[in-house]
């Protein structure tokens, strides 16, 4: 009896022991790698126990929820052609990442022979995009006391960067506190949308301004710009109003006495009114159509 048990457990045992030998089970070293764009990157899949030589390896593309293949059959197809190639056992390679590459993929195994015969591990590849040269809106020159808002825009950039501002060549801070040389100025800055907005300019505000766009694969800068800020002189708004106003009288005086003295006459003569020059004989006459032929006028009265 104590001889049939240990022989139980024995089988038992080796059951424990022998199933594992066949299953095919897969592991990854990263199931989140990343790589900047351009660069070569491992989509690890590591067949940790398998039983069945030669197994079916297959790796497909998801995206937007969409499966494509990328290598199927010993062959790879779809975008990576000629861009990616299988690392032995089953690791997929990507030679030259581009931003398009960024999904998750799926790397399946299927060993016919095993007693648990297919496995498969998802892997989330980011693509890292540097951002290209933001484009900046600085203003030329603003008054004391004005609003005013600086914006910075980029779209190529992945991840989505963050924008910092600086103002000779010293950064921004967020918190305009954080800093003694800000510590008077009344700005917000977002770092996420890039916009430095400024709600009354002081004369210290004054400087010249560049914008960056950052991310963890690089950073790019615009050109720096100077922004003014100036003084309004009340007075000598004033005095070009006045100047103005003086100007206007002294043509509305012009004109009106060029009236009184008959520079401007009220009436133009023309040639359907043309009067005849007055005769001694106190007769007014009326020219008619033939030359020299002068009628009396109806009421001219004897």
């Not at 590591?46 to 197994?55: K, V």
């Not at 030679?95 to 060993?111: H, I, L, M, P, W």
Request: aromatic share 10%.
């Amino acid at each position: 009896m104590a001889i049939a048990g240990l022989h139980a457990l024995f089988v038992l045992i080796s059951i424990q022991c022998y199933i594992p030998t066949l299953a095919v089970i897969l592991k990854s070293a990263d199931k989140s790698p990343w790589a900047n764009e351009f660069e070569s990157v491992e989509l690890s899949c590591l067949i940790e126990s398998i039983s069945t030589n030669n197994p079916r390896i297959e790796w497909k593309k998801i995206k937007d929820g969409e499966p494509s293949y990328v290598y199927f059959e010993k062959k790879i197809s779809g975008d990576l052609e000629n861009r990616a190639m299988i690392k032995e056992p089953a690791t997929l390679v990507i030679t030259n990442t581009t931003r398009s590459d960024t999904a998750q993929y799926r790397c399946e195994v299927t060993a016919a022979y095993d007693q648990k015969s297919f496995d498969e591990i998802l892997i989330s590849l980011v693509v890292r995009v540097k951002p290209v040269v933001p484009r900046c809106s600085i203003p030329q020159s603003v008054p004391v006391g004005k609003t005013a808002e600086l914006s910075c825009v980029e779209e190529e950039g992945f991840p989505q960067p963050q924008y910092l501002w600086f103002r000779n060549d010293e950064e921004v801070p967020e918190d305009p506190k954080s800093n003694p040389k800000f510590l008077n100025s009344s700005y917000t800055l977002n770092p996420d949308t890039g916009t430095l907005k400024f709600s009354s300019m002081r004369k210290e505000d004054e400087g010249e301004y560049y914008c960056r766009a950052k991310n963890d694969a690089g950073h790019s800068d615009c050109g720096p710009k100077m922004m003014e800020v100036y003084d309004i002189n009340v007075l000598a708004i004033v005095g070009g109003v006045l100047a103005v106003v003086f100007v206007l009288l002294c043509i509305i005086v012009g004109v009106c006495c060029a009236y009184k003295r008959g520079y401007f006459p009220s009436k133009k003569e023309t040639g359907s009114d043309f009067r005849s020059p007055e005769r001694g004989d106190g007769v007014d006459y009326v020219r008619t159509d033939e030359e020299g032929d002068f009628r009396h006028k109806s009421s001219f009265v004897i």
